[in-house]
């Protein structure tokens, strides 16, 4: 299961590995174990983490009760440099597309999205994807390394930097896999979730999976109580098979028992992504089809009409299309929610703006 969970390790953190620690990484015991190894006492690893959490801080410098001494003592052991934001753009529907630098000079993405009732970021978890879904811009990309930790929980607080709004929720829907990246995303979680930190609730943190059947099963031993997405896309084997590589893996039998368990252990309802695509995924026979794996779960259905990407030729259904889709599964019991595309103005489907960049450049 590890090999499977981390099987493009490979160059996940070699360039990183002779650099310092992100700030944004360490869980509060591993601030423990620094602060000892300083000698310091135990009450300046919560200054330290307030300065960081609660007052968001981009720099040791700003950590004003802290010794002179022990700030250059940090500074040496720590990275807390902000991110380069290489790209920024809006969309007039106010969602807002961040694409930042890490230190390796890799680029990933972030998205910060607004609802009425909630804002909520879209973080990556890897530098492109390697699973080649065929409408998702990232795998056209390919895939570079994993993510660390840092730099997933650093996108949260880039975004808010960047954002006049406070930030409520945070999904794993950018960029690659997170399951692929098992161990730092779980680690990200935690410090998002920390209740003397950011204090994000495990209810508005989202994974999102294509279907990485042992992360699912791992994910369900963990206790921890954050929704989980499961992208499908298509309701039979075959098709699913040429829109998502994954599927010939752990095909969709695989893939639901494991929903299901994952339903029966942790009493949270999965949430289907399933976006539709014009004469390829949106018939009536489709929906039927759909309904016959989902209902047995229990799970919700997220509707999405395909956002547009360049490399795929694919087109986007009528809205009366959709609605029609959309009816059949009501119709029949099933929890389902037709959602309005937002930021197709700022390319917001995964990895465009990376991808239009490195066309320009």
Request: glycine content about 8%.
């Amino acid at each position: 299961m590890e090999w499977i969970l981390n099987c493009q390790e490979g160059k996940s953190n070699s360039r990183n590995q002779a650099l310092k620690k992100l700030a944004w990484g360490m869980l509060f015991s591993e601030w423990e174990e620094i602060f000892r190894d300083l000698k310091q006492p135990a009450f300046r690893v919560r200054q330290v983490w307030e300065w960081l959490y609660l007052r968001k801080v981009h720099s040791f410098a700003e950590m004003t009760n802290l010794p002179a001494a022990l700030r250059s003592q940090l500074e040496e052991r720590v990275d807390l440099a902000s991110w380069k934001t290489d790209d920024f753009v809006e969309a007039g529907d106010g969602v807002r597309k961040l694409l930042l630098e890490c230190r390796d000079g890799e680029k990933i993405e972030s998205v910060i999205i607004p609802a009425r009732d909630r804002s909520t970021v879209c973080v990556s978890t890897q530098a492109g994807c390697g699973f080649g879904c065929i409408f998702c811009a990232t795998g056209k990309c390919g895939f570079v390394r994993n993510l660390e930790a840092g730099e997933i929980v650093g996108q949260f607080m880039a975004a808010v930097s960047a954002s006049q709004m406070r930030l409520t929720n945070v999904v794993f829907m950018g960029m690659g896999e997170p399951f692929a990246n098992y161990d730092n995303v779980l680690k990200a979680i935690r410090i998002l979730n920390d209740a003397n930190g950011l204090a994000i609730g495990a209810r508005r943190l989202t994974l999102s999976t294509c279907g990485v059947v042992p992360g699912i099963k791992r994910l369900s031993e963990e206790g921890l109580q954050v929704e989980l997405s499961v992208s499908l896309h298509a309701p039979n084997d075959e098709l699913r098979n040429e829109l998502m590589p994954v599927n010939k893996s752990w095909p969709l039998s695989e893939l639901m028992e494991a929903c299901r368990e994952y339903t029966e252990k942790t009493g949270r309802i999965i949430t289907f992504e399933y976006t539709l695509v014009e004469g390829v995924n949106d018939s009536l026979a489709h929906a039927a089809e759909l309904i016959d794996i989902v209902r047995p779960v229990r799970g919700r259905v997220n509707l999405i009409p395909l956002s547009p990407v360049e490399h795929y030729s694919g087109t986007t259904p009528s809205p009366e299309v959709c609605a029609k889709f959309a009816r059949k599964l009501e119709r029949a019991g099933v929890n389902v929610t037709l959602r309005r595309s937002k930021g197709s103005g700022v390319a917001a489907a995964c990895g465009q703006l990376k991808l239009n960049r490195s066309k320009q450049q």
